[in-house]
Nanobody, 124 residues
């Protein structure tokens, strides 16, 4: 069993930065891929970024490439999402997820455990 708790969301102006953290409990977290997804009301949850179990491979949605960076510290059982140059369209609830697999998955179905989400709001 893996439990995930996100933190670091908030309200920022356009062009600002935020760093989301996802703290995990459970011994298998550090041996599986992890990802960040986001969702706005009325729309499906969408892939943002993912990282494999070692942290050596990452993948990003085109909409965030070059602005967001995913990383992990397996000694702390934590995954991060550094978000720079934020835009109003980045406003969403951001969810951390832990995969069943060691390699990156960009589909939500590839993830077994989910956090409760943290709100990110970018003002225009």
């Amino acid at each position: 069993q893996v439990q995930l708790v996100e933190s670091g969301g908030g309200l920022v102006p356009t062009g600002g930065s935020l760093r989301l953290s996802c703290a995990a409990s459970g011994r298998t977290f550090s041996t599986k891929a992890a990802g960040w997804f986001r969702q706005v009301p009325g729309k499906e949850r969408e892939f943002v970024a993912a990282i494999n179990w070692t942290g050596g491979t990452t993948s990003y949605a085109d909409s965030v490439k070059g602005r967001f960076t995913i990383s992990r510290d397996n000694t702390k059982n934590t995954v991060y999402l550094q978000m720079n140059s934020l835009k109003p369209e980045d406003t969403a609830v951001y969810y951390c997820a832990s995969s069943n697999f060691i390699d990156i998955k960009i589909e939500a179905q590839g993830y077994r455990y989910w956090g409760q989400g943290t709100q990110v709001t970018v003002s225009s």
